[in-house]
């Protein structure tokens, strides 16, 4: 199976900060990496696939980065709306995988 | 509207076999490039891929569950059922169906249910 490691596990930031989240894999994984977001008590919400494409819907302060076997998630001048857990997950092969999830909390 | 909903027994008792329905409208799982699939999540932890169906049939499990889950489409009545036997205490999750499509060449789980929790316990 292919790990996904993310970093940090949580982190406190402010309103207008830029936030840099980081998923690494096992092995190489190409592109095929996607990041969700999880709001407490709701379905996760799908903000990135492909490493970088941005889902129909998502604000454009949300950029993926990153191939092979490290990946960014990037939220410029962060709203208060986005604090939240954040999960990468891997579909280059089966049995697909996720990251342990970042929790973006107030500072 | 794309939606799917979860539907199920929010407690079973150990041993007993799970049965789970995914509701989806607002897309058809005929279509060439759609697949289906179940996520849990444990209370506080990660989430968990189980299982994928796709519109020809195809199935894809997750080798740590795939003696225990089972997974079926009507596309008559536009659900997904999965079937998981021997149900213990550690399999408490909140339990998702999610839509999978291609998308710009990658399989990507586009949208989501709101779950449904799922306890065991006797």
């Known amino acids: 199976d292919i790990q996904m490691t993310q970093s940090p596990s949580s982190l406190s930031a402010s309103v207008g900060d830029r936030v840099t989240i980081t998923c690494r894999a096992s092995?190489?994984?190409?592109?095929?990496l996607a990041w969700f977001q999880q709001k407490p008590g709701t379905a996760p919400r799908s903000l990135i696939f492909?490493?970088?494409g941005l889902q129909n819907g998502v604000p454009s302060r949300f950029s993926g980065g990153g191939s092979g076997t490290d990946f960014t998630l990037t939220i410029n001048s962060l709203q208060p709306e986005d604090f939240a857990t954040y999960y990468c997950?891997?579909?280059?092969?089966?049995?697909?995988?996720f990251g342990g999830g970042t929790k973006v909390e107030i500072e | 509207q794309i939606t799917l909903k979860e539907s199920g027994p929010t407690l079973v008792k150990p041993t007993q076999t799970l049965t789970l329905t995914c509701t989806f409208s607002?897309?058809?799982?005929?279509?060439?490039?759609?697949?289906v699939g179940w996520i849990r999540q444990p209370p506080g932890k990660a989430l968990e891929w189980l299982v994928l169906?796709?519109?020809?049939?195809?199935?894809n499990y997750s080798p740590s569950l795939m003696s225990r889950v089972t997974v079926t489409k009507d596309t008559s009545k536009n659900q997904v059922v999965l079937t998981m036997t021997d149900m213990d205490p550690v399999d408490t999750a909140t339990y998702y169906c999610?839509?999978?499509?291609?998308?710009?060449?990658?399989?990507?789980?586009?949208?989501w249910g709101r779950g449904t929790q799922v306890t065991v316990s006797s």
């Open positions: 092995q190489n994984i190409d592109i095929s």
């Open positions: 607002g897309f058809s799982l005929d279509t060439s490039g759609v697949a």
């Open positions: 169906i796709y519109w020809n049939d195809d199935k």
């Open positions: 997950q891997q579909h280059y092969a089966y049995p697909l995988t």
């Open positions: 492909g490493a970088s």
């Open positions: 999610a839509r999978r499509l291609l998308m710009a060449g990658h399989w990507h789980f586009d949208l």
